[in-house]
């Protein structure tokens, strides 16, 4: 064993043990082997008997069950099934065992895993089956079931399997036996071949012994006497394998030969770089060679050195001379004392030796790659006690001693070198210098007159050229603040006009919906009212009751227009009266409390005892506005509470709104869906709402909070508004309770009166739908033919067109369902794609229309399926938006009845015949 010590004596004594342990580990294995043999007779006789049994019985089990579930079915008495319930307890039982027997053998628990799902569905397609269909009494289906004979080919399939698991089983035990026949005959072969073994070992060990002791002393003979001869080679080693005492006499031999070679190595490489000094006046040459002659002799793939510089009584060490640099930019240049291992081998005149370097301490490349030295060796160069320079390699393997001692005679000797060349450069550098120095002073002497003349002359130029500079720059710097000023309010007014530009298109967009929506369902039904098709009494009523509906909403509309009109026309009056506060409460209550019962939501007004029962104001636009921002919190606010809070500010609100009487504070908080931090400030401007996009969930103008703002000025108060998303909104509305009765005019906001400037060219007719003027009718298809039957799918979210549309549909025969947004419409054809045809609304909630038909042609791929885009945007190039998004035809509203059955007698008759 490696790095063990073994004597002549222990080899002797090893030799006889060895052979002992032999003799003992030969009677061990023909033992272990005898054992082995008896326990292969005991598995034969136990195992595989076991495992026979095992499988018998599984058969046996299964014969049982057929045989009760027969005399069950020929009988229908429960005694025959005892067998059968008694083999459907012990078959699983029986199958378990034998899968354990079986760990040793996979294939066989393979064939046998194979068996118990046909065993299983023999039990459930024909056992249980039976039983259950002899208990209903069902002959008939028993008698095909046995004629079928479904359950005897599954037990024939059980029988076959089973004897081939055990014409398989028997093999193996055949197998078995003949290999312990085998392993006998084998146990008779080992015993021979261990007394040959013991007998060639012991003559083996006897001759290894006495040539190795004989061997090894002959072989340091011979070596010491080569040494003794005077051509000796240093490097000669004495190559001993024995690990006893001649090995310990080679060792100090080797030891010592490599003491020699490393004092010759040394004392030669020495002899090699004085050489180098010799004729060198140059010290960077001078650190050039020794860096260059060092790094090979030292094994090292990277070099520096860092000569001694002394400026302004500061000492550095400076970076002179390198080797194998890669990138000069990644070397540092410099070092001061105690800076770095540099700079610390400097200050403590001592050698640092360092290993096991990290890969990213830096790299050494060549043509083939990089590679990181894992060595550093840095040390000082110190000449009659004074460091004159520092050395630092680097290498991929470790530096060795005979380094270390070649680096330390050096020093004296390239110290000197060093002091001796800076000397001579220090020589020559102060004759030059005084050379150039007295051909200057002669040149010096006779320009200084001159210049003492221009001295004088040039500093009266420079004091006025300074006053003039000073002056300049500051009207420069007045000149560059104006401009920054003009760039900044030019860049705001861009924004500005950036914002109102789409605002107003927004808000154009939004009114073009909320007009037409109303006024689409207006049209169908007074068209239907008109042509009164036998209608009855009740659907006149419900046609008269919506458009009533629609018609209110048009008005409430018209009437924020006006007042719209009215703020850009800049003028606007107000009628100040005496106000009962004690009765707006009542009148808040009855104008709401159905809108909070129909939205299930708590609403409450609430009046604190100090507020007065009369303030002067206008009560007609006070009523406007707290109508506007209850509509507004009831709008938004899905479940939980709005509250009307009837209060006397604090008199710092009187203060802030310069007034001399109470000032009343109304807030109106709901738990509805809240607004952003950034939007609380914007939803007071004209045209400007939260969520401003064409498939808003919530609708609306946008005028309300901006008119509310303007009204409430205009009654000498303010609008605050706190919210939390999520969580609720409150408006507090402060208004004095003393307004002078005087009209007031009022001058409207920049963006309102910009939308007006900012009107659609007239008289360009509207988009009408693509119909194909060469398409007629089939004579061979009556309306009543082409409608009846058909499935439609109305996407469209409001209830007044729903209803409107289903009506006129279905009296033509015509099956409509009816989906909210775009969402749920993809929902539907994706559960059911066998509609004729689909009307879509454009703007809705959740999904708008353009989105939904682009998921219907894309992602569902019904690229034949009629869309008919239904649009109140009366904005140019509608029509081709809808074309692109994947619509077949397109149809504003308000809809024309008539138009639209038109349109769809277009695209049904193409379904009907699509090869026409």
């Keep these: 064993m490696k790095g063990v010590h073994y004597s002549i004596h222990a080899k002797i004594i090893t030799g006889y043990f060895a052979i002992l342990i032999c003799l003992v580990l030969s009677l061990l294995v023909v033992v272990n082997r005898m054992t082995a043999l008896q326990d292969e007779i005991k598995f034969i006789s136990q195992h595989d008997i076991e495992v026979h049994d095992l499988a018998n019985q599984i058969q046996k089990n299964v014969l049982d069950m057929e045989t009760g579930i027969r005399g069950y079915a020929l009988t229908g008495q429960e005694e025959y099934l005892e067998p059968y319930h008694e083999g459907n307890r012990s078959w699983l039982d029986n199958y378990n065992k034998l899968h354990s027997l079986l760990d040793d053998n996979s294939s066989q628990q393979q064939t046998l895993e194979e068996i118990k799902p046909v065993i299983e569905k023999w039990i459930m397609n024909t056992g249980e089956y039976t039983i259950n269909q002899k208990k209903e009494g069902n002959e008939a289906v028993l008698a095909k079931n046995f004629k079928e004979q479904t359950g005897k080919k599954v037990t024939d399939q059980i029988r076959t399997q089973m004897d081939s698991f055990l014409e398989k089983e028997k093999e193996m035990t055949s197998k078995r036996t003949d290999e312990l026949l085998q392993n006998n005959n084998n146990l008779k072969i080992i015993l021979y071949g261990i007394i040959i073994f013991v007998t060639f070992l012991t003559i083996l060990t006897a001759l290894f012994l006495s040539n190795s002791i004989v061997k090894t002393i002959k072989q340091v003979v011979k070596t010491i006497q080569s040494i003794t001869d005077s051509k000796v080679d240093l490097t ?206 002669q040149a010096q002497s006779e320009e200084l007159q001159a210049q003492s003349e221009e001295l004088q002359m040039q500093q009266e130029q420079l004091k006025h050229t300074n006053e003039y500079l000073e002056e300049q720059n500051r009207l420069a710097e007045e000149r560059a603040l104006e401009l920054k000023k003009a760039k900044d309010e030019l860049e705001e007014y861009s924004l500005q006009l950036q914002q109102s530009s789409q605002y107003k298109s927004d808000f154009l967009a939004n009114m073009s919906h909320e007009l037409r929506t109303p006024l689409n369902s207006i049209l169908i039904l007074s068209q239907m009212l008109m042509e009164n098709g036998g209608m009855d009494q009740d659907e006149i009523e419900e046609y008269a009751r919506v458009v009533n509906t629609a018609g209110g909403d048009l008005l409430r509309l018209i009437d924020d227009i006006l007042d719209l009109s009215k703020i850009e026309a800049g003028k606007i009056e107000i009628l100040t009266d005496e106000v009962n506060v004690t009765e707006l409460p009542q009148t808040l209550k009855s104008l709401f409390d159905p809108v909070a019962a129909k939205k299930n939501v708590t609403f409450e007004v609430q009046t604190d005892a100090d507020v007065p029962p009369v303030i002067s104001t206008d009560g007609q636009r006070l009523q406007q506005i707290l109508k506007n921002l209850l509509s507004n919190a009831f709008k938004f606010t899905e479940q939980g509470s709005v509250t009307v809070q009837i209060a006397v500010s604090p008199p710092e609100k009187a203060e802030q709104l310069r007034c001399g009487g109470p000032v009343l504070a109304i807030s109106v908080a709901d738990t509805g869906i809240g607004i952003p931090d950034d939007k609380q400030q914007i939803i007071f401007e004209a045209f400007q709402q939260v969520d401003g996009t064409t498939n808003r969930q919530y609708g ?201 059955f038109s349109l769809m007698r277009v695209w049904l008759t193409e379904q009907v015949n699509p090869d026409e």
């Excluded at 004085?274 to 140059?282: A, E, F, K, N, P």
């Excluded at 205009?714 to 919210?723: A, T």
């Excluded at 559960?831 to 998921?855: C, R, S």
Aim: with cysteine; charged share 25%; aromatic share 6%.
């Design 236 to 441: 000669t080693r004495i190559s001993v394998k024995a690990k006893d005492e001649t090995r310990e006499l080679a060792e100090a031999m080797n030891s010592l030969l490599g003491s020699l070679e490393k004092q010759q190595w040394v004392q030669k490489s020495l002899t090699d770089i004085s050489t180098l000094y010799q004729g060198i006046t140059d010290i960077n040459e001078l650190a050039q060679r020794v860096i260059n002659k060092l790094a090979p002799l030292f094994e090292a793939c990277y070099g520096v050195v860092y000569l001694r510089r002394e400026q302004g009584g500061e000492v550095d060490f400076v970076k002179v001379a390198g080797y194998a640099i890669a990138d000069e930019a990644s070397v540092k240049a410099s070092f001061r004392f105690g800076e770095g291992l540099v700079g610390q081998a400097a200050l403590d005149q001592r050698i640092f030796l360092i290993d096991r370097l990290p890969e990213d301490h830096m790299k050494v490349t060549s043509g083939l790659g990089a590679s990181s030295p894992r060595n550093l060796l840095v040390a000082p160069i110190i000449y009659e006690g004074r460091v004159e320079a520092v050395v630092e390699f680097a290498s991929l393997q470790p530096f060795l001693s005979q380094h270390l001692t070649l680096l330390d005679l050096l020093q004296d000797k390239f110290g000197s070198s060093i002091s001796n060349v800076l000397g001579r450069m220090e020589v020559e550098r102060l004759l030059a210098e005084s050379q150039v120095m007295t051909e200057e002073l």
């Design 700 to 900: 609306g103008t946008g005028l309300g909070l901006s008119i509310c703002r303007e009204f409430t000025r205009l009654l000498g108060g303010v609008i605050e508004v706190e919210s939390e998303v999520g969580k609720g909104s409150t408006f507090t509305l402060y208004i004095p309770s003393q307004l002078e009765p005087e009209p007031v005019l009022f001058t409207a906001l920049e963006e309102v009166a910009a939308t007006r400037e900012a009107e659609m060219p007239r008289g360009l007719p509207p988009e009408e739908p693509v119909q194909d003027a060469d398409i007629i009718e089939a004579d061979h298809c009556t309306d009543d033919e082409l409608f009846h039957g058909k499935k439609v799918l109305l996407v469209e979210d409001d209830g007044r067109n729903i209803y409107a549309l289903v009506t006129a549909l279905e009296r033509k025969g015509i099956t409509v369902q009816v989906a909210k947004n775009g969402k749920q419409a993809i929902e539907m054809l994706r559960d059911h794609n066998d509609f004729d045809l689909i009307f879509m609304d454009i703007m809705m909630p959740v999904m708008g229309g353009y989105e939904a038909m682009k998921v219907i042609r894309g992602e569902l791929g019904l690229h034949s399926l009629p869309i008919i885009a239904l649009t109140a945007k009366a904005m140019k190039g509608e029509r081709d938006k809808c074309m692109e998004a994947g619509a077949s035809d397109y149809i504003m509203k308000p809809l024309n009845i008539e138009q639209l």
